[in-house]
């Protein structure tokens, strides 16, 4: 009686996971899907034939046994080097607090919680947050942070896994400084990255966002809003303890109406214009980026003018319209504003990336692949470890593909997979690879 | 003199508004390698094939990755397509043995040691809060330790609500074979649901309120 009331209950269960899981799948979305549009019609058009079916057989088998022979001899060699190389288990101690079951946190005092781990890492809890360590072992640390504000600082390894699970949302970190809260009462999510790179996954329209030093996210799901800024230079300490006060709650949003100032991050090193002009007195156009709202910007723009827009917006805006006019298919538009930033704030660091964003502009316009090329080509020589090296990689190995033959993408698809092999080209550098 | 051209019929649908083409009609504009055919193949059944993907590998990229595979593999074998209107079943089944070949080279990977499995990123809905993403986690975990065969045909029955016939078309196995399948899987997750102490409160109901 009791066996069949057990397999009954496994039953339930397993029917309410497997509904919850496949709920759980959303749909791709319209940029994911143009994207593997992008990258199937490149290679279609590539118009790559096969080997004949005997000569490439006769090779797979060679290629097995081959792969089979060596596979032995190095398993056991990779084994024994793996478990030489394995971690340790994490270990902890925590300051100002102690660890209730289930691994909830409780605070002793009011001056918030310091947990230290053995290999370097540090969490600190400000006063009244309340977060838990779900799981920390070998592979990593999974904490959650059910509400409040906490601050990371994680040691950089390729062997351990951190995920933070904050509200809805979760960050995959590898080794980074960031501060992290989750308000839940105003559905405000908020992440101030202080170095390295994080990944927030959650409840956002545009999927996964990647963020980088100096970035700031706030997401407030209900007014749907999803707001990215930079934060000035020495605006956040660099230390990690225990904050007194929840500081990093207040989210740093610009506010509508405000200009891009000198002593502003992106501004900090960018040369003054040998005619100074004033900015005009723009709506934030970042802002509404942000938020979807391209449309608005492109009025804006017929409204004030495209020449006075072009020579008098801020660094900023001209990014933010030259983001606008592309994702409105209007790459001329979004050519000129980029054209605009390079030629009036050449040594801003927004002038490297907009050689890769006018590549992307030329791309969608017809006939613009070579051009495009031409800037991925001037990205990639000058901006070494920027923020778009991946992706310009990947598009000008499409592009390569497209334009002279898989013979002369290949050593590009080679080069973007040992710096990338989960990028988001991967798989069409395998592809390309494999198809030679 | 009259030219054949077996695998490349003649077709009305360039000028058909083609989002009003059949699949019979998309599928013909493929065998003659026409651009918008592909896209539009990608545009009907990328979506489907994408987010079956997702649940049977539990990862994004990898689901990318798979989708890529799938649809060049649509493009290149579609001169081989007997039946232009079946063109659907054509890309599920392209699907199936991408998917299956996938997994079981993930299973290799794992065995060699060479990659760590990827971590399950179900994420996406504001209706799940942390326990229920632990759960999938842990679920996902289990659906990891299924063959191949086993794991498709428990996802495309139990998630994509497939049904046995379609089941056994898509993966070119028999019903039979299906029912099998089914029941071996399920009883296996059950088995394992219920020896993970991690998931015992699932089992208690306190959650589900059963």
Redesign the interface.
Same mark, same amino acid.
């Given at each position: 009686m009791t066996k069949m009331s057990d397999e009954a209950k496994a039953s339930r269960a397993l029917a309410t996971l497997t509904e919850l899981y496949a709920e759980s799948v959303e749909a791709a979305t319209s940029a994911e899907l143009d994207r593997g549009l992008d990258a199937l019609l490149a290679r279609a058009a590539s118009g790559r034939t096969g080997r004949p079916g005997l000569v490439r057989w006769s090779l797979v088998g060679a290629t097995v046994a081959l792969s089979t022979l060596v596979a032995l001899q190095v398993t056991s060699v990779v084994q024994k080097r793996m478990r030489a190389l394995e971690p340790a288990t994490l270990a902890y101690s925590i300051d100002g607090g102690s660890v209730l079951e289930g691994g909830y946190l409780r605070e002793s005092g009011h001056a918030g919680i310091n947990v230290l781990f053995n290999e370097g890492s540090k969490l600190a809890l400000t006063p009244g947050t309340r977060g838990r360590l779900r799981t920390v072992d070998r592979e990593g640390a999974l904490v959650n942070i059910e509400h409040g504000t906490a601050s990371f600082q994680v040691t950089p390894s390729n062997s351990r896994r951190w995920l933070i699970d904050v509200g809805p949302f979760l960050v995959t970190v590898k080794g980074t400084v960031f501060t992290v809260s989750w308000d839940p009462l105003r559905e405000e999510f908020e992440l101030r990255l202080k170095q390295g790179h994080v990944v927030v996954s959650g409840p956002v329209s545009a999927g996964e966002i990647a963020l980088r030093t100096g970035q700031h996210l706030v997401v407030n799901l209900a007014t749907s809003a999803t707001v990215i800024t930079e934060d000035k230079p020495g605006q956040e300490s660099d230390s990690i303890a225990a904050p007194a006060q929840q500081s990093v709650a207040t989210p740093a949003v610009q506010p509508p109406g405000a200009i891009e100032k000198p002593g502003g991050r992106s501004h900090a090193a960018v040369s003054v214009p040998a005619r100074p002009t004033k900015a005009v007195d723009l709506l934030p156009w970042s802002d509404e980026l942000a938020r979807g709202h391209w449309d608005r910007i492109l009025e804006d723009v017929e409204r004030i003018g495209v020449e006075t827009t072009l020579s008098k917006a801020s660094s900023k805006d001209l990014f933010a319209l030259a983001d606008a006019a592309r994702y409105r298919r209007r790459p001329d538009l979004a050519r000129a504003a980029l054209l605009a930033e390079r030629q009036r704030f050449p040594d801003s660091p927004r002038s490297l990336d907009a050689l890769y964003l006018l590549g992307r502009a030329e791309e969608s316009r017809e006939g613009g692949a070579v051009q495009a090329l031409g800037w991925y080509d001037q990205y990639l020589a000058r901006a070494l470890g920027g923020p778009f090296v991946g992706e310009a990689l990947g598009r000008k190995m499409i592009l390569t593909d497209k334009l002279q033959g898989s013979a002369q993408a290949r050593p590009i698809a080679e080069d973007y997979l040992r710096r990338f092999p989960k990028g988001s080209y991967a798989g069409s550098a395998r592809a390309l690879i494999r198809v030679q | 003199m009259v030219t054949q051209h077996p695998h490349a019929p003649l077709s009305l649908v360039v000028t058909q508004d083609r989002r009003a083409a059949t699949d019979g009609d998309v599928a013909r504009g493929m065998m003659m390698g026409d %651009?918008w055919a592909?896209?539009e193949t #990608?545009?009907r059944f990328?979506?489907m094939v994408? &987010?079956m993907a997702? &649940?049977i590998l539990g990862s994004?990229?990898e689901a %990318?990755?798979v989708?890529? %595979?799938v *649809?060049?593999r649509v *493009?290149?074998k579609a001169k081989l397509l007997r039946e232009p209107d079946s063109l659907r079943s054509f890309v599920y089944a392209c699907a199936m043995r991408s998917l299956k070949t996938e997994l079981r080279r993930r299973k290799l990977r794992a065995w060699?040691?060479?990659d760590k499995p990827e971590?399950l990123?179900? !994420?996406?809905?504001?209706t !799940?809060?942390?326990e229920?993403?632990?759960?999938?986690r842990r *679920?996902?975990g289990l659906?990891e330790r299924l063959n191949a065969r086993d794991r498709l045909v428990f996802v495309l029955r &139990?998630?994509e609500s497939m049904t046995v016939e379609e089941v056994a078309a898509s993966m070119e196995i028999s019903e039979s074979t299906v029912k099998r399948s089914m029941t071996h899987a399920?009883n296996r997750?059950?088995?394992w649901?219920?020896a993970d102490p991690g998931?015992a409160g699932?089992?208690?109901?306190e959650r #589900?309120g059963?």
């Open positions: - | %651009e592909i896209a #990608w545009r990328a979506p994408l &987010r997702k &649940r994004q990229s %990318e990755d989708g890529q %595979e *649809f060049y *493009f290149r060699l040691h060479f971590v990123a179900c !994420l996406g809905s504001r !799940l809060d942390v229920s993403r632990d759960l999938l *679920f996902h659906l &139990r998630m399920s997750l059950s088995h649901i219920a998931l699932l089992l208690d109901g #589900w059963q």
